[in-house]
């Protein structure tokens, strides 16, 4: 799987632990944002997702939900051609 795979999530979120174990489960290689307390990523994900909530999983730069939209990617059999795709070469770095 080569897709860039970044995940906005807190330590303490039991979805965030699902979505990891997920993204495990698949090989992915994830960069993980932990926004307890980063009041500006919290701001930057709301105006960028319109979701307050974490985990939200961005995919090859394009936002992909939290964890019941991975996995419901996942049942679709989406997920998988999503984490191989690799990234375009123009793509753009979110915060971290």
Same mark, same amino acid.
């Given at each position: 799987m080569s897709a860039d795979v970044l995940i906005y999530l807190t330590s303490w979120c039991p979805y965030c632990h699902a979505a990891k174990e997920l993204l495990g489960e698949k090989k992915a290689r994830f %960069? +993980? %944002?932990d926004v307890d307390g980063r009041q500006d990523l919290r701001?930057? *994900? $709301?105006? $960028?997702t319109g979701q307050r909530t974490v985990p939200q999983v961005f995919i090859n730069g394009r936002s992909v939900g939290g964890f019941?939209?991975?996995? /419901? *990617?996942? +049942? /679709?059999? +989406? *997920?998988d051609e999503l984490l191989a795709a690799a990234p375009p070469a123009d793509l753009a770095a979110l915060p971290l």
């Open positions: %960069v +993980e %944002v701001g930057w *994900l $709301t105006k $960028t019941s939209d991975l996995s /419901a *990617l996942d +049942e /679709a059999g +989406e *997920l």
